[in-house]
């Protein structure tokens, strides 16, 4: 894959503090192993062969596991102390990009299947359409615990609600956010600081973003992946045994 103008302009934020508890692991959820490597190794490699120019992981409880993992790597990390959600996670990072003009690529770490040549064409869209924010979606058989995206016909997104916030006619929509989003990176930090934590979880969520530049007429929409396995994400033992 050769590098495009896209992909030479774009940064990647990983989020990797989430705890390993609902598996019943005391360290960073990102490094529990498939097939010999980090599920963590597997996201960042695709965006190497993606040729996203820099990758940022964000690191929490036992981060120096994620850190011994990348030593002498081009990969740089920063630290979330207090887990207050997925928009104060990218917040974080605001000091390795506040001058940097481009596209901020963000991404889970525990989604091992996901392609380069998905985060290839999911950015080049992005560019292309001019889109304020893009995000990467699919459509599952069981959405239960996923974020249901809100979009037109024509892939035009209005919102993301969580699983947990959301009714019962919204739980019935099967498009789910996969965690990937791309945003343009003009704004996006004060953007981030304008949301709020009222949710049941008492969390920041990045997901809140899109509403908030859809009230500004901002251009958001939704990359559909080809295959939906690859963007699910390991929450549970049995969810990593169903990687197989």
Request: aromatic residues 4%; charged residues 25%.
């Amino acid at each position: 894959m050769t590098a495009s103008p896209q992909q030479s302009s774009v940064v990647a934020v990983v989020l990797a503090a989430g705890l390993g508890k609902r598996i019943g692991v005391d360290i960073p959820k990102v490094m529990l192993e498939w097939r010999g490597r980090p599920l963590v190794r597997w996201v960042t490699e695709a965006l190497h062969e993606a040729r996203i120019i820099r990758t940022i992981i964000v690191v929490g409880h036992r981060g120096e596991m994620i850190e011994a993992e990348y030593l002498g790597e081009p990969v740089d990390l920063v630290w979330q102390h207090e887990r207050l959600g997925t928009a104060h996670a990218v917040l974080q990072a605001e000091p390795e990009l506040r001058d940097f003009a481009g596209q901020i690529l963000v991404t889970l770490g525990d989604a091992p299947r996901i392609r380069s040549t998905t985060i290839h064409n999911m950015v080049a869209r992005h560019v292309e359409t001019d889109a304020a924010a893009t995000i990467l979606t699919a459509v599952v058989p069981d959405p239960t615990g996923y974020g249901r995206v809100i979009a037109d016909a024509e892939g035009n997104v209005d919102r993301i609600v969580e699983h947990r916030d959301a009714d019962d006619q919204i739980r019935k929509i099967r498009e789910i956010n996969s965690g990937m989003i791309c945003f343009r990176s003009e704004g996006l930090f004060n953007l981030l600081r304008r949301i709020g934590n009222d949710n049941e979880q008492e969390e920041y969520y990045l997901t809140d973003a899109i509403a908030l530049l859809r009230e500004t007429g901002r251009k958001v929409i939704a990359w559909r992946a080809d295959d939906p396995e690859e963007v699910l994400g390991v929450n549970t033992l049995e969810e990593l045994d169903a990687l197989e």
